[in-house]
């Protein structure tokens, strides 16, 4: 599969789709909270997408400043806390005026703008295929919704996480 995908010979359309159903929270269902929904991939999807998540953590180093604390291996969340405890002592000590404002980045995966990250991908030296590929699985991916054991009409995803 790997093989056929860096050949060429491999589209990925046939692979980037999942079945949205409803799964029983409780064992006695009163009202639909009680259920949740899960989409459940393409195994070969998720292999992929492993792969490439797992290549891309050799170079991310390479790609990624250091102040991006989060979600990067050896780096921890916290220490965007301390950095911010410390500049709030400073500021405190020196008796100095400024401003600190929080970013919220709830659902930020949400709100990715693809032509950036096109972007970003292609300044960074990412070949036209590999840029492809990442197109492909954030942009190109479609859903059916399961119901009663019928699976609906796929539609295509445009944003969040599948």
Sequence with gaps: MFQDLFNGQLHLFHLIFGTIMLLLKKAEVVCIEQFGPICLL???????????????????????????????????????????????????????????????????????????????LRMKG?????RDHVDTFIQKGSVGIKVNDDIGHFCQTHKGLR
């Design 42 to 120: 393409n195994i070969n999807f998720k292999f992929l997408t492993e792969v490439g998540t797992n290549r891309l953590t050799k170079i991310a180093r390479s790609v990624v400043q250091l102040t991006q604390t989060a979600f990067m291996p050896g780096r921890h969340l916290v220490e965007g806390v301390v950095v911010l405890h410390e500049t709030l002592h400073d500021i405190y000590s020196k008796k100095l005026d400024g401003v600190i404002f929080k970013v919220d980045f709830e659902k930020a995966y949400d709100k990715v703008k693809w032509s950036f990250l096109q972007q970003a």
């Design 126 to 130: 990412f070949n036209e295929r590999w």
